[in-house]
């Protein structure tokens, strides 16, 4: 069926390391949205991205859809320790409108 | 605003038990849905509705029942437990049409079925 893979599936960085989550799709998407998750919480809207290449930053992370619009990144730089949390990807299909989830990347940051 | 609410915020289930998880917005979002999380699956979409009167089957909606008398509230039932919903649900609502994507999460329901 329809998939949106994300990797990795953990990542443990030093805190001022960068990070970058991975999210792939098996069907060309019509846009994609990153929603950040703190332990213990719920989901939180971070960005969507919609035009194919776009590039979108909110101070340390920049986000970036590809060309094709079958995958996108998150990448952080410099961690924070109020980074740590699961990072998920969802990806709306352009055939069916149906958005999935990526199965999340959880970033743990040592102080 | 409250936001989206959902209640019970814990719950213990026998197998065969039934329960219904309570979900209600104050933002006057058309689209509903409920999700489960289980580790390393990511969000699964159970139902969803994208108005008062109207709802669908989502990618795992076996086992549990949904209906939407009004725009505020969207209960998701479970007929009888089975250990395998064990899980987290969350609810989640937004505006439809374009420049409604952003989906507004309740704070979840844990549940355990024994």
């Known amino acids: 069926g329809q998939q949106v893979m994300q990797i990795p599936q953990y990542q443990h960085v030093q805190e001022g390391e960068d990070f970058t989550t991975y999210c792939n799709s098996s069907?060309?998407?019509?846009?994609i949205q990153w929603y950040k998750q703190r332990p213990g919480g719920h989901p939180v809207f971070l960005i969507q991205?919609?035009?194919?290449?776009e590039v979108k930053k909110q101070k340390r992370l920049t986000f970036q859809f590809g060309e094709a619009k079958k995958n996108s990144s998150l990448h952080i730089t410099a961690t924070q320790t109020t980074d740590v949390g699961t990072y998920f990807c969802?990806?709306?299909?352009?055939?069916?409108?149906?958005?999935?989830f990526g199965q999340g990347t959880t970033l743990q940051v040592k102080p | 605003n409250a936001g989206v609410t959902q209640t019970p915020k814990f719950q213990v289930l026998k197998t065969g038990q039934s329960m219904t998880l309570q979900c209600a917005q104050d933002?006057?979002?058309?689209?509903m849905s409920w999700y489960r999380q289980d580790p390393g699956m990511g969000l699964r979409l159970i139902h969803y509705?994208?108005?008062?009167?109207?709802?669908d089957q989502g990618e795992v909606p076996n086992g549990y029942n949904v209906s939407r008398s009004t725009t505020e509230d969207f209960p998701l039932r479970l007929l009888s437990a089975a250990p395998s919903q064990t899980s987290v649900y969350f609810c989640?609502?937004?505006?439809?049409?374009?420049?409604?994507?952003?989906?507004?999460f309740g704070s979840g329901t844990q549940l355990s079925v024994l």
């Open positions: 989640a609502s937004r505006k439809s049409g374009t420049g409604g994507e952003k989906l507004f």
């Open positions: 069907t060309t998407l019509s846009n």
């Open positions: 991205l919609v035009k194919s290449g």
């Open positions: 969802a990806g709306r299909w352009s055939n069916t409108g149906k958005l999935i």
């Open positions: 933002m006057n979002h058309e689209y």
């Open positions: 509705s994208v108005g008062a009167g109207i709802t």
